[in-house]
């Protein structure tokens, strides 16, 4: 089942026209994933195994989720709001939007950011954000931390490259591409 989560995302992004997700996976609003964000929190706090993660995990993956509402806003390619889903007991969580992707909006604040692998080191390690002059930009180093020092392991795929971070943090080529992003958190 958790290979189908990710796949099922993996999908939903890649195909030229897509249509809405069933509605238990779909967010189209960020009221919507926040509430839905909320459950998953209560979800996690009810497991004795997973009560003292649960704040660090929702944090992270409110991260994610809220910045595909913050960086797409106007810009979706067709279907506006993400895919949100997640398997406690196969301790997994996939979101996915079909949005502009991180290079295109950290293209917006730096024009030469020519290649996805460029954008991804950039949004993982350096204080910027595609909101400028909003003096933002944390987000994504705050979720490699957390993921880092607790040992989860996170892919983040977006046009053509694609971020793992664990114990190590790398960046590499990834196909197909994908317009918009693609993250699973595995805890």
């Not at 993996?10 to 189209?28: K, N, R």
Request: hydrophobic share 40%.
């Amino acid at each position: 089942m958790l290979k189908g989560l990710l796949d099922q995302a993996l999908q939903w992004v890649s195909v030229e026209t897509a249509t809405q997700p069933p509605d238990d996976f779909y967010c189209q609003t960020r009221d919507v994933f926040q509430a839905r964000l909320d459950t998953l929190r209560i979800l996690l706090e009810r497991e004795q195994s997973f009560k003292d993660i649960a704040p660090l995990l929702t944090a992270i993956t409110g991260e994610i989720g809220n910045n595909s509402f913050d960086h797409n806003s106007g810009n979706w390619r067709d279907i506006a709001g993400i895919y949100f889903q997640y398997d406690i007991q196969g301790r997994m969580i996939v979101c996915a939007d079909r949005g502009q992707g991180i290079r295109a909006t950290l293209q917006k604040v730096r024009p030469a950011i020519a290649l996805d692998e460029d954008a991804l080191r950039v949004a993982f390690t350096e204080r910027i954000s595609g909101r400028a002059p909003e003096k933002r930009g944390n987000g994504l180093k705050f979720v490699r931390a957390v993921v880092a020092q607790q040992q989860w392991h996170l892919t983040l795929r977006s046009g053509e490259a694609e971020a793992v971070v664990n114990e190590q943090f790398v960046i590499q080529k990834s196909t197909p591409s994908l317009h918009g992003c693609v993250v699973s958190i595995h805890f």
